[in-house]
């Protein structure tokens, strides 16, 4: 059974800091999704990643993704308070039928 | 473009009740996905649905069943209800092509008492 692991689970830091969120999963596949959540809000969505070595940038996220290493990370630089929210990672476990595996999400707190 | 609308947005119901919740699509998307999500579990696949047809499903008791119509449009019925099934129910849909985001809607808090 897949399963997708986040850590860390919780997050607090200070604005102006960077930091990383890790996504390992373990099964082979190729497409990633990055997903935020506000308190009492849905989810949105953030990166789509679709090959080995994908990057992409958002402000101050990027996500990258390493399928060898089953491994996608969220980097947050110099972190401002409206970054607070929920991340999850997702893995697409049907090639492409919509089907996915979500981590446990980090919440990600910042402090001013 | 208008979102993807769930309807009611919370819904109370006794155990042994059974409950149809709404899924409006994004105009223009062909698949509808349904996930639960709950404090101690996280976000769980239930199905997915696309041009009508089930594609997809989770690994859930067969009290849960879903539909699509011809509009896209979907439901998701849950039967003869338990305590655990108290949950927020996110709708979410996508054009239905491969590499596709999905697009979640605002969710159904369902309590059962």
């Known amino acids: 059974e897949l399963k997708v692991e986040q850590n860390p689970l919780f997050l607090s830091m200070q604005e102006g800091k960077n930091y990383t969120i890790y996504c390992n999963y373990s099964?082979?596949?190729?497409?990633l999704y990055w997903y935020r959540q506000d308190p009492g809000k849905s989810l949105e969505s953030l990166f789509v990643?679709?090959?080995?070595?994908a990057v992409k940038q958002e402000g101050r996220l990027m996500a990258s993704l390493d399928t060898k290493a089953r491994l996608s990370t969220l980097h947050i630089t110099a972190a401002v308070h409206d970054l607070s929210a929920t991340y999850f990672c997702?893995?697409?476990?049907?090639?492409?039928?919509?089907?996915?595996?979500f981590g446990q999400g980090t919440r990600l707190t910042i402090n001013p | 473009k208008a979102g993807v609308t769930q309807t009611p947005r919370y819904l109370i119901k006794t155990r042994g009740q059974q409950v149809t919740l709404s899924c409006s699509p994004i105009?223009?998307?062909?698949?509808v996905s349904w996930y639960q999500q709950t404090p101690g579990q996280g976000l769980q696949f239930l199905f997915e649905?696309?041009?009508?047809?089930?594609?997809n499903k989770g690994n859930f008791p067969g009290r849960f069943s879903g539909r699509q119509f011809s509009n896209s449009r979907s439901e998701m019925n849950v039967s003869t209800l338990e305590l655990g099934d108290s949950a927020l129910y996110l709708c979410?849909?996508?054009?239905?092509?491969?590499?596709?985001?999905?697009?979640f809607g605002n969710g159904t808090r369902l309590t059962v008492t």
């Open positions: 997702a893995v697409d476990v049907s090639q492409g039928a919509q089907k996915l595996v």
């Open positions: 649905y696309f041009s009508e047809t089930q594609r």
């Open positions: 105009s223009g998307h062909r698949s």
């Open positions: 979410a849909s996508s054009p239905g092509q491969i590499n596709s985001p999905l697009h």
């Open positions: 990643l679709l090959s080995n070595g």
């Open positions: 099964t082979t596949s190729d497409r």
